[in-house]
């Protein structure tokens, strides 16, 4: 339990909030609600612009006091289905008003919002449902409503399923969207106001899943103070301009059942009154880009993949482009670049300033004044790829246990933290590199039947310990170095972290698009690889075919390679050649040689989602790919003679 500021460590069902203000001042801001909050929004933007989507090739809207309406008769509806307080509503699909409505309606309800991956197979969304309690589930289309069918006799709480965007409800029994609200379209008020009145700010709303990247998902029981005041500490440090002085919009398109997605789309829309557009589902898959032309937003946050596939494509374009109009960019990009880095008022050449307002056009960011990234690390090659094109990349740092974000970097701040959110860094080395540790009341309330685990990630003192390693510069910024489970302990016992080496592969071998350090518990290091491959829009699988981008590189080093099959397994001895002076360049650079690579393999396709290896915001899933690929991991540990030098499998 912290020891000063709001203590929000009650338990679910207590009918008071406990205050205890000390000298951090963490109780300045008045505690609310999530209906509170909307209600708020209503008051000061209820007839601006909420949501908006499109039906066809038309745009459709929902305004702030229509957005509140369709939320209370959604939790209406809940309650004659008979969610029980307390239980979860699981919502299965892609970002949608509906997804919103529901979201929002179950915590009106009393019930616990719970947001499952789309992506999830039909074992995971019963895990989820039993671990929850889940009385009713949400589901988008027949493809998801037939996952919950495999599993539904095994989940003790389910009572109702329903669809609302699904056409085959008439032979399933199950209702639709628009007879979901009918229900409870004419249902007297008291009885919901009734329940709204009784919720605190301390009491848990929320359900976020974690990806399970180490293990089973643990839900984070989130408050609604929680999501309240994170979304007001984040707008006020990002500077967000309210409804009523110059509407800020964003696009929904990262999957809500994420935080990261959840607390921009829901919680710090409604806290300045931004209109948020709704992307289609195919998004990741090349049509963001047509949504951002028209939604143009002026904020965006997007995870580090959506940026290195635009930079993907912007380079294959290049790669087409006549030879005059290459120079004229890569002059415009070194200027960028320069101005950006030094920071210098320059008066910038007309053409150049041209050139930078195409590329905004081009991907819908002309308007976009914060572009965020977050959810996972970002190369610094992707980084100075958009600084050079004068479209800065603001790093978030943070996790679901807080609500989200926690430090956020942006220009005009000293430091990276969003005022009360605190950091410190458990048992510091000689480096100053800690165990990065979180307090602030953004931390979350606990893991939902996990008490051992909460009280395993949360000290007595209330610091949340992220299990990430980091340090921070004079000036309060934050520096990620590595993980501590993901920490490789060799044979002979020396810690490395695999991250730095893994991106400093994937910075000088450009033809790299994944890349996992092996050797805990072993005699050496070696490296899987995956080359940058076309991707099948409407699978989402990797394709045999390399990008444009890959093609070139192998040309450069005298290769004719255009497919992922002529290369991986050492088949290509040119490409080999290129990919073992960049590892050599690596391994020039490496503290000892216990940190050197010694053997790495070319993968027969790419890490994906859809493959198991990435989890649902692209985090390489460490433990799946080890169990996946351990016959080629046994065939690189043998026969190694470990010196300076590299060798390839």
Request: proline share 4%; charged share 20%; glycine share 8%.
């Amino acid at each position: 339990i912290p020891k000063s500021g709001l203590d929000l460590w009650t338990s679910q069902g207590d009918s008071e909030v406990s205050l205890r203000i000390g000298e951090s001042g963490l109780a300045a801001e008045t505690p609310v609600t999530v209906h509170q909050l909307f209600a708020a929004a209503v008051e000061s933007y209820g007839q601006h612009t909420a949501l908006s989507w499109k039906d066809g090739q038309l745009y459709k809207k929902l305004s702030y006091r229509e957005y509140y309406q369709n939320c209370r008769t959604a939790a209406k509806s809940f309650l004659k289905l008979g969610l029980q307080r307390y239980h979860g509503v699981g919502i299965l699909g892609f970002n949608s008003p509906e997804w919103f409505i529901a979201d929002l309606g179950a915590i009106f309800a009393g019930g616990f919002a719970v947001g499952i991956y789309a992506t999830n197979s039909a074992e995971a969304c019963q895990y989820v449902a039993a671990n929850c309690k889940a009385n009713i589930l949400v589901v988008e289309n027949q493809k998801q409503l037939q996952k919950i069918l495999q599993v539904r006799p095994d989940v003790k709480h389910f009572w109702k399923d329903f669809a609302h965007k699904t056409t085959c409800s008439d032979v399933l029994r199950v209702p639709q969207w628009k007879q979901f609200m009918d229900l409870g379209r004419n249902e007297p008020d008291p009885p919901l106001d009734a329940i709204l009145s009784s919720q605190k700010p301390n009491q848990c709303c929320t359900l976020i899943y974690t990806s399970g990247t180490t293990g089973q998902p643990k839900g984070v029981m989130l408050s609604h103070d929680n999501l309240t005041w994170t979304a007001l500490s984040v707008s006020r440090h990002t500077k967000l301009n309210r409804a009523n002085q110059n509407q800020e919009v964003f696009v929904s398109y990262l999957p809500l059942s994420h935080i990261a997605a959840q607390m921009v789309d829901i919680w710090i829309a409604l806290k300045v009154g931004a209109v948020t557009y709704f992307a289609q589902p195919d998004a990741l898959k090349g049509s963001l880009v047509n949504t951002l032309q028209e939604a143009r937003p002026t904020a965006i946050l997007g995870v580090p993949r959506v940026w290195e596939k635009m930079q993907e494509k912007m380079k294959a374009k290049g790669a087409r482009s006549c030879t005059v109009a290459k120079m004229v960019v890569a002059w415009a990009k070194g200027v960028g670049l320069r101005n950006n880095i030094i920071k210098m008022d320059l008066c910038v050449n007309l053409n150049i300033k041209l050139i930078f307002k195409r590329v905004r056009s081009a991907l819908g960011l002309d308007r976009c004044t914060k572009c965020f990234t977050g959810a996972a690390p970002i190369s610094r090659d992707t980084l100075e790829f958009f600084l050079s094109l004068d479209i800065p990349l603001y790093e978030l740092y943070g996790m679901s246990e807080c609500s989200g974000p926690h430090t956020i970097s942006i220009p005009t701040s000293g430091g990276s933290n969003p005022e009360n959110m605190f950091t410190k860094l458990y048992n510091p080395d000689q480096e100053g590199i800690g165990e990065i540790c979180f307090w602030g009341r953004h931390v979350f309330m606990g893991y939902l039947n996990m008490a051992k685990m909460t009280q395993e990630a949360v000290d007595a003192d209330g610091w949340l310990h992220s299990g990430d390693l980091g340090k921070q510069d004079r000036n309060g910024f934050l520096y990620i170095t590595g993980r501590i489970k993901e920490l490789i302990i060799t044979a002979g016992g020396e810690n490395i972290p695999p991250v730095p080496i893994e991106d400093a592969v994937k910075e000088v071998v450009p033809l790299i698009s994944n890349a996992m350090l092996i050797g805990d518990r072993k005699k050496f290091l070696s490296m899987l690889l995956t080359v940058k491959c076309q991707v099948n829009a409407e699978s989402g699988e990797p394709e045999d075919d390399l990008t444009p981008e890959a093609v070139q590189f192998c040309r450069s080093f005298g290769s004719n390679a255009t497919k992922v099959s002529e290369i991986a397994g050492g088949r290509d001895q040119a490409v080999n050649k290129a990919i073992q002076e960049g590892i050599n360049r690596v391994n020039e650079k490496a503290t000892s040689n216990a940190q050197r690579i010694q053997k790495w393999t070319i993968l027969d396709h790419d890490f994906s989602m859809i493959g198991g290896e990435l989890g649902p915001t692209m985090k390489l899933k460490r433990p799946v790919v080890m169990n996946m690929y351990k016959d080629k991991i046994e065939e690189m540990m043998k026969n190694v003679r470990i010196n300076t030098q590299s060798a390839q499998l």
